[in-house]
């Protein structure tokens, strides 16, 4: 055991029990990065032991518990059964490797973490055949507030930040088995999401409802539906309610459509079945519904295979039976994604006499953001809209290698700044943790893995809601050059959040003020800094970092 390459541990190793050792590591935000050693990098291509090394684990106290309050202790275990050098290696949320510990397998240590401030750590314990790394497995852990307290200002204001979270996914299967983890129900795993998802402080959630319908002369079955979204609104949270259509029987399709052998799911429903399936699920939930979105991105082929004249009718449906049901729940368009513009636009054009708000997906950087917003607002115009509201219901980031965990995490934040910046009413996190696999596959999503792992997205989401919590937008400073800094309100103090677009820092010269000023690091880390004459210099980073200026009257990004 090299104890040279610990940061900062705590002793020696304990014995805890005969052949159980215990190691206790501490971490805080800002350790110096290791250097040597011949762990791979993150970006490297190493065998996922998911797959191909089972006996290498690391696994909490409490199953499924990686999230921690500060203070909380946080013990985790790791053991290897096959004989060989392993290496535990843990990285802060800039992708640096902080502290190592080697082992000789078999090995089981319990792992003991002593955490300074907040943040979130990957951990990856490596097995190797001489220099050759044979497998990687991936965990992590956040340790955050809970941010419950918060979530009755974000209820009050203008913007409000949420999830697509998809409970009835959760059955789904892909190459490391069933969605949920193994050991827990379908359900209490949409228990668990639900319950990760309301300590980071969120407030709308957007699920997609499992109903069932097998004959149009039976009951519909929201058994299922029911419990997913209970999970969600049973913890404080409305919905944003996608309305879909159930099932894939040639019977609920229009008659033209009958037979396709395509997944019926792309096709347009009957008149009768449209109507019933809105009016039964609207009249299930409108009490806990913030909005309802109708269908889901009805501008992109692969998603709806009728015209547009059938799409725009059955909006027309939709909206009327949502309206009959629960008068004033606003109607939203349905998660327009630009796939096809001049779809977009027609669609647009069409809806746009049964609509109380645009509903829109972006994915991707804060830049590809821009991009489609500005897009967005042109078609709209184009198609008569006066002053549309703008919702983004889908925005998010694959997580297709293990070091875009930061781009994933940084563009999060970034975005949530953007829109509500620019007047949305809403911006939900697309969260599907549920394709592909653990951090390394181009489906994955969100900020929680298969193994409920919080994500570097989890700690930088949790910082945002907890930093901005009561916050007023109140202007623009920049977005010139793929520089981007905003003024924002709460209390007393002014929040100046600055960024870039790309991951090529550069320093911002802010002129204020202030009687005191502090920054926020990417984790919600509070730091003082020192203005001198009035000025001061920040690092504008691929993270959003956040200048507190206490007793501000004025703040301006200086010319030199």
Request: hydrophobic share 45%; aromatic share 10%.
């Amino acid at each position: 055991m090299d104890h040279r390459l610990l940061v900062a541990a705590l002793g020696a190793l304990l014995m805890s029990a005969p052949g159980h050792a215990v190691t206790t590591l501490a971490l805080r935000p800002g350790m110096p990065e290791l250097s040597g050693g011949d762990v791979p990098a993150l970006w490297a291509e190493v065998p996922d032991a998911d797959l191909v090394a089972r006996d290498l684990t690391v696994t909490p106290a409490v199953p499924y518990r990686w999230v921690f309050a500060p203070g909380e202790t946080i013990a985790l275990t790791a053991s290897a059964q096959t004989a060989g050098r392993v290496a535990l290696t843990i990285w802060d949320w800039e992708r640096r490797p902080v502290a190592r510990q080697e082992f000789a397998a078999p090995f089981t240590e319990e792992l003991h973490f002593e955490v300074t401030g907040r943040g979130t750590y990957l951990l990856t314990l490596d097995r190797f055949a001489g220099e050759e790394c044979q497998a990687r497995l991936a965990r992590s852990f956040a340790v955050c507030p809970p941010n419950e307290d918060r979530r009755d200002l974000w209820r009050q204001s203008a913007f409000q930040p949420g999830c697509c979270s998809f409970p009835g996914r959760q059955h789904w299967t892909n190459a490391f088995g069933p969605a949920h983890p193994s050991g827990i129900t379908e359900q209490q795993a949409a228990e668990l999401d639900a319950e990760l998802s309301a300590r980071l402080g969120l407030v709308l959630v957007r699920p997609d409802l499992p109903v069932t319908w097998t004959a149009p002369d039976q009951p519909l079955d929201f058994s299922r539906a029911d419990w997913a979204v209970r999970a969600f609104t049973s913890r404080g949270f409305k919905l944003a309610l996608q309305v879909g259509f159930p099932g894939e029987a040639d019977w609920a399709l229009m008659p033209q459509y009958q037979g396709v052998n395509d997944p019926k799911w792309r096709y347009p429903r009957r008149e009768e079945v449209v109507r019933r399936f809105t009016r039964e699920v609207v009249e299930r939930y409108a009490a806990d519904t913030a909005f309802v979105e109708v269908y889901n991105e009805p501008d992109n082929a692969d998603f709806w295979r009728g015209t547009v004249d059938e799409f725009v009718a059955t909006h027309h449906w939709i909206a009327e039976e949502v309206q009959q049901v629960a008068p004033g729940l606003p109607v939203l368009s349905g998660g327009l994604c630009l796939m096809d513009p001049e779809r977009t636009g027609l669609i647009a054009r069409g809806i746009a006499d049964a609509v109380d708000g645009v509903g829109y997906h972006s994915h991707g950087g804060v830049d590809v953001l821009q991009a489609t917003l500005t897009a967005m607002r042109a078609t709209h115009a184009a198609a008569g809209y006066e002053r549309p509201v703008f919702y983004n219901t889908e925005m998010g980031f694959a997580n297709w290698r293990l070091d875009m965990e930061r781009a994933a995490a940084a563009t999060a934040v970034q975005k949530l700044l953007y829109c509500w910046a620019h007047g949305n009413r809403a911006g939900l996190l697309y969260c599907s943790r549920d394709i592909g696999g653990p951090r390394t596959s181009a489906k994955d999503w969100g900020y929680l893995d298969h193994f409920m792992c919080p994500r570097f997205t989890y700690g930088a989401v949790a910082a945002f809601v907890d930093a901005y919590a009561g916050a007023t937008f109140e202007r623009t400073l920049t977005e010139a050059n793929g520089l981007y800094a905003y003024v924002l309100r709460r209390g007393d103090a002014w929040l100046v959040p600055v960024f870039v677009g790309s991951d090529y820092p550069r320093s911002v010269a802010i002129e204020t003020d202030a009687l005191a000023a502090s920054l926020l690091d990417p984790m919600g880390n509070a730091v003082p800094v020192a203005l001198v004459e009035g000025r001061l210099t920040v690092t504008a980073g691929y993270y959003p970092t956040t200048l507190i200026l206490e007793g501000s009257a004025t703040v301006r990004l200086s010319d030199g």
